[in-house]
């Protein structure tokens, strides 16, 4: 099974679907699958924000 679907990256559906009043929405979607608490934090953007303080003064 794929996390995203197969037209995910080919331009076409909804764009709105991005928006950040979703994000709820794929944090739910990502426990529903079974991915772990540290998972979800990495994906949503606790990667970048490691390096962001790493190199920025």
Not at 32 to 38: F, H, S
Request: charged residues 20%; proline residues 9%.
């Amino acid at each position: 099974e794929n996390f995203w679907p197969p037209n995910a990256l080919s331009g076409k559906g909804n764009p709105l679907s991005l928006a950040w009043t979703n994000w709820p929405l794929f944090t739910v979607g990502m426990v529903q699958r079974g991915l772990r608490d540290d998972d979800i934090r990495k994906i949503l953007g606790e990667n970048m924000l490691r390096v962001a303080r790493a190199v920025l003064p």
